[in-house]
């Protein structure tokens, strides 16, 4: 009987004890049987000598116990936890955790193998791996899968509102990036990503930063071939605060819970339209010599000039030209312009989130009043929630039906 291919997957851990019996018994179930799970247990080695950290070190000791008395599922343990094998200097987080992983699975994986990243709180359907070898093999052009999520709330008034509110955020962001057809139209979440062996070998792997890896290794794979942003089995992510990163939905739950709200903005549309705009000019060169907001950003907050000439004498065609110039305003850049755009206009989250629904959506059932973007009213944040995750996966679902199968970049 032909076992199909080998799913590594890949979780780092920290302070997971207590999820770990749930995991492992949503691994166990699984409709499709042949993986291997390679976990990262880790913190940073100076944690055993602070006392409040103490206790995370001593949890991760129970989790790597836990793990090597699991007799049924194939694991393996990358122990960055045990006192003077934890994080040292720069090294350190989920990044790196997640690299390690990845580069870890790649030395024994051939390119017919898949990488399915989880967390160790994250729930999944049973038929979760299944239904993600299903999607690449009626996919076989696609180098990575952005998978649909949906935060979990946990009971917590507080964290329940944070995460409501940053989901918000992110919808808003992903609808729009669809809207304006743009390149880097993804939705990025460390605990929502698979991707063939192959493609993660082609793109040379990831650079750990900070914060932001998922982020950073979708937008490399991106650069290298299309990515899906679709699958029938969606995942559900923790909302739990975490500080572990810079950035991300542990931090933006933090905040959330602080009422500190700036770094995630609902954008104006207007901002959006000027994205497109200006991507639209790419075809043909009009980019060089057509005034735009885009161009005006690279001059006066990048101090960039010329940066279009530059890419054309370099172009050995106009498909290359145009590539290229999406590689430089790339996913990175295009939150660059709206966080320097977002300021010079008046309008306020609720506002740009109103104008949204009526030009785009005004059959919506939530806009028979005027949308409140009420931070502190669960259950208004929760509809809305619930109405742009519908809006998102439907637009979704349509282009993952439409796929250009023949779509090399």
């Keep these: 009987m032909t076992l199909g291919p080998l799913i590594w997957v890949a979780i780092p851990l920290l302070n997971e004890t207590y999820n770990l019996p749930k995991l492992l018994s949503s691994l166990k179930k699984q409709s499709y049987q042949n993986f291997k799970v390679i976990v990262c247990v880790n913190q940073p080695d100076c944690w055993w000598d602070i006392q409040d950290k103490r206790e995370l070190c001593e949890d991760n000791q129970k989790s790597i116990q836990l793990l090597q008395d699991e007799k049924e599922l194939s694991i393996s343990i990358i122990d960055k936890s045990s006192q003077g094998n934890g994080w040292t200097g720069k090294e350190g987080g989920v990044p790196w955790a997640r690299k ?17 990243s989880l967390d160790g709180d994250t729930d999944f359907s049973e038929k979760y791996f299944e239904s993600i070898l299903e999607n690449f093999s009626n996919h076989k052009n696609a180098v990575a899968l952005s998978i649909p999520y949906y935060h ?6 507080q964290s329940d509102l944070a995460i409501l509110r940053y989901e918000i955020y992110m919808r808003y962001y992903h609808i729009n990036m669809i809207r304006i057809k743009s390149v880097y139209q993804f939705a990025a979440l460390g605990s929502a990503i698979a991707f063939p062996a192959w493609s993660y070998k082609k793109i040379k792997g990831i650079k750990p930063k900070p914060s932001g890896e998922d982020f950073y290794l979708l937008q490399k794979f ?22 572990r990163v810079l950035f991300g939905t542990g931090p933006a739950v933090i905040n959330g819970m602080k009422g500190e709200w700036e770094r995630y903005p609902i954008y104006s549309m207007k901002l959006y339209d000027d994205i497109e ?11 060089i010599s057509t005034p735009n907001k885009v161009t005006d950003f690279f001059h006066e907050k990048l101090k960039e000039s010329d940066q279009w000439e530059k890419i054309k004498s370099s172009s050995s065609s106009e498909e290359r030209f145009v590539r290229a110039c999406h590689e430089k305003f790339d996913g990175l850049r295009i939150l660059q312009y709206l966080k320097f755009s977002k300021d010079k206009l008046k309008n306020n989250d609720t506002d740009n989130l109103n104008q949204f629904f009526l030009r785009h959506y005004p059959d919506s ?17 929760n509809i809305i929630r619930d109405e742009l995750f519908a809006i998102e996966n439907h637009l979704l679902h349509e282009q993952w039906t439409n796929w250009n199968h023949k779509q090399k970049w």
């Design 222 to 243: 991106r650069k290298f071939g299309p990515i899906l942003n679709y699958n029938v089995e969606k995942v559900f992510p923790s909302s739990r605060p975490s500080d």
């Design 152 to 157: 979990k709330l946990m009971g917590n008034v």
């Design 277 to 287: 705009s200006a991507c639209q000019m790419f075809n043909e060169y009009k980019i």
């Design 100 to 116: 390690l992983l990845f580069d870890t699975i790649m030395e024994s994986a051939s390119i017919l193998d898949f990488v399915i």
């Design 365 to 381: 059932k939530i806009i028979s009043d005027k949308i409140e973007l009420d931070v502190n009213n669960l259950e208004s944040l």
